[in-house]
T-cell receptor
Framework: GAVVSQHPSWVICKSGTSVKIECRSLDFQATTMFWYRQFPKQSLMLMATSNEGSKATYEQGVEKDKFLINHASLTLSTLTVTSAHPEDSSFYIC??????????FGDGTRLSIL | DQQVKQNSPSLSVQEGRISILNCDYTNSMFDYFLWYKKYPAEGPTFLISISSIKDKNEDGRFTVFLNKSAKHLSLHIVPSQPGDSAVYFCAASAWGGGGADGLTFGKGTHLIIQP
């Protein structure tokens, strides 16, 4: 069964809208979750590391004020794309770190900004 | 610069034959490598991994080989089955694989198994 649940799976919205994506760890408590982004024909690129109870760690080139991450509980991390523009259209996917085990991924969110 | 490279965007193999997917890396700090399989509209699913202290790991039809001196790894699938048709991603980590570090991915290889 699914270990990581990501919602919504697909979002279409107007430019300037803020969009929230949820990532839930279903079977265990996750102190660390990761957010990735994938553009067409490109690899999954790590955007940020979400740490429960503390600030997220962002990769170089990722705007922390644009991609707000909240990891308020051990089973939920959210990514909010603020004031989204067409260039933010992408496939966003989260993963959960389980100590000693490979990362488990959600099914991703297809974000389309018109 | 791409630290993990999968130079073949696609690969077509006949059912029953061996599929070999290749991956090269440039970062000497990587010490744990993973292969993920991805179907359209789904997230990547973990397939098999290998630590840098090994040169081979086998799990059923899947075998991963690691050549540290060449910074090269490969995934062998034998025999190939129609359900193996998917995009395969090579990924690497510098924290032993189970740590709090994100993964670095290649661009993926689309494997097509022909009947």
């Amino acid at each position: 069964g699914a270990v990581v649940s990501q919602h919504p799976s697909w979002v279409i919205c107007k430019s300037g809208t803020s969009v929230k994506i949820e990532c839930r760890s279903l079977d265990f408590q996750a102190t660390t979750m990761f957010w990735y982004r994938q553009f067409p024909k490109q690899s999954l690129m790590l955007m940020a590391t979400s740490n429960e109870g503390s600030k997220a760690t962002y990769e170089q080139g990722v705007e922390k004020d644009k991609f707000l991450i909240n990891h308020a509980s051990l089973t939920l991390s959210t990514l909010t794309v603020t004031s989204a523009h067409p260039e933010d259209s992408s496939f966003y996917i989260c993963s959960v770190n389980t100590r000693g085990q490979p990362q488990h991924f959600g099914d991703g969110t297809r974000l389309s900004i018109l | 610069d791409q630290q993990v490279k999968q130079n073949s965007p696609s690969l077509s193999v006949q059912e029953g034959r061996i599929s070999i997917l290749n991956c090269d890396y440039t970062n000497s700090m990587f010490d744990y490598f993973l292969w993920y399989k991805k179907y359209p509209a789904e997230g990547p699913t973990f397939l098999i991994s290998i630590s840098s202290i090994k040169d081979k790991n086998e799990d059923g039809r899947f075998t991963v080989f690691l050549n540290k001196s060449a910074k090269h790894l490969s995934l062998h699938i034998v025999p190939s089955q129609p359900g193996d048709s998917a995009v395969y991603f090579c990924a690497a980590s510098a924290w032993g694989g189970g740590g709090a570090d994100g993964l670095t991915f290649g661009k993926g290889t689309h494997l097509i198994i022909q009947p």
